[in-house]
T-cell receptor, first 113, second 115 residues
Framework: AQSVTQLDSHVSVSEGTPVLLRCNYS??????LFWYVQHPNKGLQLLLK??????LVKGINGFEAEFKKSETSFHLTKPSAHMSDAAEYFC???????????FGQGTILTVHP | ETGVTQSPTHLIKTRGQQVTLRCSSQ?????VSWYQQALGQGPQFIFQ???????GRGNFPPRFSGLQFPNYSSELNVNALELDDSALYLC??????????????FGPGTRLTVL
């Protein structure tokens, strides 16, 4: 069985400051890991994915995530927050034989002017 | 390239009724997964369909059932609706052909309210 824990339910930053959204995973094998973003009343959009090719993964809109096996973490970062980044972010693990995704509880990112 | 579409966008039902939600997969995708997202929570995996067969199931009772059609579109049926079934239902499509069946593309969801 695998599980995903997002360490913060809410994160608040000022525009132009760095963003850090934390995620730990638990899995008996090396999973695929993803970050998705969900804007209000919209579907989930894939930000980036880790599939063992490189531990530092670059995604869309300036987001990055680093896979650290020793810490079982996959934190999402962005150097400078923009107002349009305000949304809910989900850390997700895949890797079962049929592609079931396991979601974290989500982190709501608020960006202040 | 057409993305994942779902219908209807909103639905209101009463306890005990039955509901059918529909999903059209992204062009070129042959696998459809369904997720339930209760308010304030992350999506939970319901089941996945591949080649018109159920290919995996989460911890949901049998009154949650599905179909996949030859054109890869899919339906989610829920019988004997309960208040706790109120949620956003998300459909996601993927392709086994890419070798990364985990990369799933989501539709906008159907918001189901059970009164």
């Amino acid at each position: 069985a695998q599980s995903v824990t997002q360490l913060d339910s809410h994160v608040s930053v000022s525009e132009g400051t760095p963003v850090l959204l934390r995620c730990n995973y638990s899995s008996s094998y090396s999973p695929s890991l993803f970050w998705y973003v969900q804007h209000p009343n919209k579907g989930l959009q894939l930000l980036l994915k880790y599939t063992s090719a490189a531990t530092l993964v670059k995604g869309i809109n300036g987001f990055e995530a680093e896979f650290k096996k020793s810490e079982t973490s996959f934190h999402l970062t962005k150097p400078s927050a923009h107002m349009s980044d305000a949304a809910e972010y989900f850390c997700v693990a895949g890797g079962t034989s049929y592609g079931k995704l396991t979601f974290g509880q989500g982190t709501i990112l608020t960006v202040h002017p | 390239e057409t993305g994942v579409t779902q219908s209807p966008t909103h639905l209101i039902k009463t306890r005990g009724q039955q509901v059918t939600l529909r999903c059209s997969s992204q062009s070129g995708h042959n696998t459809v997964s369904w997720y339930q997202q209760a308010l304030g929570q992350g999506p939970q995996f319901i089941f996945q369909y591949y080649r018109e067969e159920e290919n995996g199931r989460g911890n949901f009772p049998p009154r949650f059932s599905g179909l996949q059609f030859p054109n890869y579109s899919s339906e989610l049926n829920v019988n004997a609706l309960e208040l706790d079934d109120s949620a956003l239902y998300l459909c996601a499509s993927s392709s086994t052909g890419t070798g990364d069946y985990n990369e799933q593309f989501f539709g906008p969801g159907t918001r189901l309210t059970v009164l």
